[in-house]
């Protein structure tokens, strides 16, 4: 894994190289208004085009977004297939954008129960964008960070069987390597809209030294001048991993 925060300290920028974001309170967003929370949905897909485009423009590098957690299949039958319906619909029109944009699109999570019409939408949409390099869009569907880690415990025991008998050889680098985001740095600034203060089974590996901003407003209603509000707060955190402010003054 590129930059543990827990096995060396990483560069801190100004502007976040990782974002990673829980886009909630779409439903809420709805039912204020007396709509379906359908509809906020389709209105949290707008706001998606709006934060990559901000962030692109802003110099981050890694964009990632919670769409589907593991336990969003709990949700009523018609909102689950309604989240599919628009995961498909923006993968058919949005992909060419991205495209233009330089985007590179990637989908993690256990995509196994996904019909196979979306699988093939989501290896193709990956395929297209993958020369890309200026922002590394992934989005997570149904994604769980437990998940994530039992699936990369289960990948190092296949490559390397013989780590059953020797459990003390397994260290954090070796299982990092197999979590589903390992190609990206760990997250320098998380977000979650709606108001509630959770990490809701995000990430949970990666945001062990992340910073932490959660606002009100709903993930419809977010936009360029949100993230500008969120990495003003980020410019503002010392981040000192384990260390005192005193070394990290010495160290400036
Ligand atoms: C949480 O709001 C949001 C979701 C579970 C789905 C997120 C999906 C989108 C923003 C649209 C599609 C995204 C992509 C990437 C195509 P909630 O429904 O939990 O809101 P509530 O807490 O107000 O009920």
Known sequence: MPNSSTL??????????????????????????????????????????????????????????????????????????????????????????????????????????????????????????????????????????????????RKLLAAQPGLASQPDAIDEAQLAQYLSMAYAPEPDLFIRTGGEQRISNFLIWQLAYTELYFSDDYWPDFGAKNIDAAFEWYRTRERRFGRTSAQVASQT
């Open 8 to 153: 060396s300290v990483p560069a801190c920028t100004d502007t976040p190289r990782h974002l990673a974001i829980i886009m909630d309170g779409n439903g809420r967003w709805a039912t204020k208004r007396f709509l379906p929370r359908t509809a906020g949905h389709m209105r949290g897909v707008q706001a998606v085009r709006r934060v990559v485009e901000a962030c692109g423009r802003r110099g981050v590098e890694y964009l990632t977004l919670f769409a589907f957690s593991s336990e969003n299949w709990r949700r009523p039958k018609e909102e689950v297939s309604l989240l599919m319906r628009l995961f498909m619909q923006t993968l058919e029109k949005q992909v060419g954008k991205l495209e233009e944009q330089g985007v590179r699109l990637r989908i993690v999570g256990d995509l196994s129960p996904f019909e196979p019409r979306l699988q093939a939408l989501i290896r193709a949409a990956e395929e297209r964008t993958a020369h890309n390099s200026t922002l590394n869009l992934t989005i997570a569907a149904n994604y769980g960070g437990r998940w994530d880690i039992l699936q990369a415990m």
